[in-house]
Antibody, heavy 122, light 108 residues
């Protein structure tokens, strides 16, 4: 059974940093792109970042230069390092498995975690 | 970057057919995918690569596309289909992914 489980959410002050983790199981982790998608309170889904199986990364315009996605295929774990956080980064962050090794070929998300809440506030 | 436009809200009578649409220039080149999200829950993929249904998704859900518009059709809507529905695809000019703004489906 495919499972992805986020951790690391919490309250952080504006300008601060936080790292999210996503533990994956039930599939060959290195064979799939993985992504972060966020949802601000009461709002829609926003794609944040994707990393291919071989660690090529892409970012949405709103987080480029502030967030870094990475993965450890030996630990079946995905990460999102967030820095220079702003109030508008407040959201539930979902970890999502891609449909293939390259998200540009298979750009859907077939399994999602339950999300980690990140609150940026003083 | 590309944009995908969805109607904010749609309603359907129980047992009737409803179509939820997603418009965007990138849909002329790339497939749409569709997700269902119920309150307090993570999204669930219901259609991928425009017309394909993941295992476990009822066959009343179907996808289609014409020109710059993709559609999710629910044939014989059930009460449990009441949810928010989002489309996603690729941006045409950059290596970016995009979501539509979402459609809230009410089953009357």
């Amino acid at each position: 059974e495919v499972q992805v489980l986020e951790s690391g959410g919490g309250l952080v002050q504006p300008g601060g940093s936080l790292r999210l983790s996503c533990a994956a199981s039930g599939f060959t982790f290195s064979n799939y792109a993985m992504s972060w998608v966020r949802q601000a309170p009461g709002k829609g889904l926003e794609w944040v970042s994707t990393i291919t199986g071989s660690s090529g990364a892409t970012y949405g315009d709103s987080v480029k230069g502030r967030f870094t996605i990475s993965r450890d295929n030996s630990k079946n774990t995905l990460y999102l390092q967030m820095s220079s956080l702003r109030a508008e980064d407040t959201a539930v962050y979902y970890c999502a498995k891609g449909g293939g090794v390259s998200v540009m070929a298979k750009y859907y998300f077939d399994y999602w975690g339950q999300g980690a809440l990140v609150t940026v506030s003083s | 970057s590309s944009e995908l436009t969805q109607d904010p809200a749609v309603s359907v009578a129980l047992g009737q057919t409803v179509r939820i649409t997603c418009q965007g220039d990138s849909l002329r080149s790339y497939y749409a995918n569709w997700y269902q999200q119920k309150p307090g829950q993570a999204p669930v993929l219901v259609i991928y690569d425009e017309t394909n249904r993941p295992s476990g998704i009822p066959d009343r859900f179907s996808g289609s596309s014409s020109g710059n518009t993709a559609s999710l059709t629910i044939t014989g809507a059930q009460a449990e289909d009441e949810a928010d529905y989002y489309c996603n695809s690729r941006d045409r000019s950059d290596n970016l992914l995009v979501f539509g703004g979402g459609t809230k489906l009410t089953v009357l």
